[in-house]
């Protein structure tokens, strides 16, 4: 099957599975086994802790990322030995590992990565791992942590008020109230863990109407274990169709999802899906997209994100994201490229984001961001941003950008933070071939060894978690879509393919 083939392939997937295609998770997983026993399922999501628990006993990635998967499967496997779920024989040993791995990985948590919500996870799996009363002292909370903000939000919820709907995502370890409401397809926050905890809160199967519905689609779809979030439609839809128009891979995009992204965009932006908050990322994304397939959206809904200096993921995010403010360098400046006279409106706003982009540039050339564990995501973003919207004025960071890349290429032809990784090899490839200015032969040659790196790959389907939410998860399709389009540049730059000329 040729590349185009596969991209239509994957497209048409999108289609059929509208919710999204998203690596099941450790950390909702083990909610679920707390919170939803009676849900079917319930043993399949119970083997599943016990066969990715790490011989250390703990579970996640390094750096910190294994802190709260590996506190919720613990505190799961705890709660399934109280209750007799299963055989102790293998859950108390598990268990125990998960306490002995938690005691220095909390000690050690003085900067923990910057995952959604990890100041309200940890402090609320750690009170309930020791309401288990564990062998030895009580689990300590990590220095820099205490339960201030966890208590201002339960406070919010015991008092009856609607709490900002991005805490509906996290509302297993906050608590649920009757001003809660599912989103119409039943999903509370896109997470099945804040579904179950929704449900938790009510005995009545009459009162939980499609809430139970669509959590058991969810665990039906998975055999049991659950992903960190869904549905993630806008968002994945947005996502592989950037990745394969940008790099110019010819695919048939069904008219009907070129219309559900137009009817997602409004007046404060677009979620990533049903549940959650309007974004910037996702809207930045959709609107892109939209540009490219010659149908491009007025982006005014960004001025929701303008915080003057750059633009926030959401209104009260803690924090800054790179990534973001590429996505929207691309959706304003494709918008003003298709649209020149409506697009003047924004050129000052182009200048200042792209402006303060090069000033988060590390001194290494690289970027990192709060959404991806990976530089390489970062970078990426920021040099196709900067390359293609931001001018000559910032050819240099670009330039900056490319040999970090080219300098951190493995001996095996692969890019990656912990090991060669597909997703990271194409992240790597597109940022050499796409990123202006004019690619040389180094550029090309280290392409191609990345190249051969993905042919050599036993499993091109092997997608190693590297996106955040509560945990690292992976998007699967869109990890599909980078490879794709990084497979078709590098054909198109070492073949001259006139099919390749007009990447945009």
Request: glycine share 10%; aromatic share 6%.
């Amino acid at each position: 099957m040729n590349l185009s083939e596969q991209a239509c392939l994957l497209v048409n997937e999108l289609m059929a599975t509208p919710w999204g295609q998203v690596s099941p998770s450790v950390y909702e997983t083990g909610r679920l086994v707390t919170l939803a026993p009676g849900l079917a399922g319930h043993r399949e999501r119970v083997a599943y802790l016990l066969a990715e628990q790490h011989g250390d006993g703990a579970w996640g990635a390094p750096d910190g990322y294994g802190l709260v998967p590996t506190l919720s499967a613990t505190e799961a496997l705890l709660t399934a030995i109280a209750r007799g779920d299963g055989d102790d024989g293998l859950l108390l040993p598990a268990a125990k590992a998960g306490l002995e791995a938690l005691r220095p990985m909390l000690a050690a948590a003085s900067e923990p990565p910057d995952t959604p919500a990890i100041d309200l996870i940890v402090p609320a799996l750690v009170e309930l791992v020791n309401r288990h009363r564990p062998e030895g002292s009580p689990l300590p909370l990590p220095p820099t942590m205490d339960t201030t903000r966890l208590t201002r939000v339960r406070r919010l919820l015991a008092s009856g008020a609607e709490p900002p709907q991005k805490v509906q995502h996290v509302l297993e370890v906050v608590g649920a109230t009757g001003a809660i409401r599912p989103a119409p397809i039943g999903t509370v926050g896109a997470s099945p863990a804040a579904t179950a905890a929704w449900l938790s809160a009510r005995p009545d199967p009459e009162a939980a109407g499609p809430a139970l519905y669509h959590l058991r689609a969810v665990a039906g779809r998975y055999g049991g274990p659950v992903p960190v979030g869904l549905p993630i439609t806008v968002f994945e839809r947005a996502w592989v169709l950037s990745w394969l128009l940008r790099a110019g891979v010819p695919v048939d995009v069904p008219p009907e999802m070129t219309a559900d992204l137009w009817a997602a965009i409004g007046p404060a932006g677009t979620p990533a899906g049903a549940g959650l908050p309007a974004d910037a990322d996702t809207t930045s994304v959709a609107l892109y997209a939209l540009a490219l397939l010659g149908v491009p959206y007025e982006p005014s809904s960004l001025a929701t994100f303008d915080t003057g200096a750059h633009f926030c993921t959401w209104q009260g995010e803690d924090g800054t994201s790179v990534s973001v403010n590429a996505h929207v360098l691309d959706a304003l400046g494709q918008y003003a490229r298709v649209r020149p006279a409506a697009g003047e409106a924004y050129r000052p706003r182009i200048e200042r984001v792209a402006r303060w982009l090069t000033e988060r540039q590390r001194p290494d050339g690289s970027w990192i961001d709060r959404w991806h564990a990976s530089p390489y995501y970062a970078t990426l973003s920021c040099m196709l941003a900067l390359g293609e919207f931001g001018g000559a004025r910032y050819a240099g960071a670009v330039r900056k950008g490319r040999e970090w890349i080219l300098s951190t290429q493995r001996a095996d032809g692969s890019w990656g933070r912990w090991a060669g990784r597909p997703e990271e090899t194409a992240y790597g490839m597109q940022a050499l071939l796409l990123a202006g200015p004019e690619p040389d032969e180094r550029c090309a040659g280290a392409a191609r060894r990345g190249y051969e790196y993905l042919n050599r790959a036993a499993n091109l389907s092997d997608y190693p978690p590297l996106w955040h939410d509560k945990e690292l998860y992976s998007p699967t399709a869109i990890v599909r879509a980078a490879v794709i389009a990084a497979q078709h540049v590098t054909i198109c730059s070492t073949e001259g393919n006139s099919r390749c000329e007009n990447r945009t």
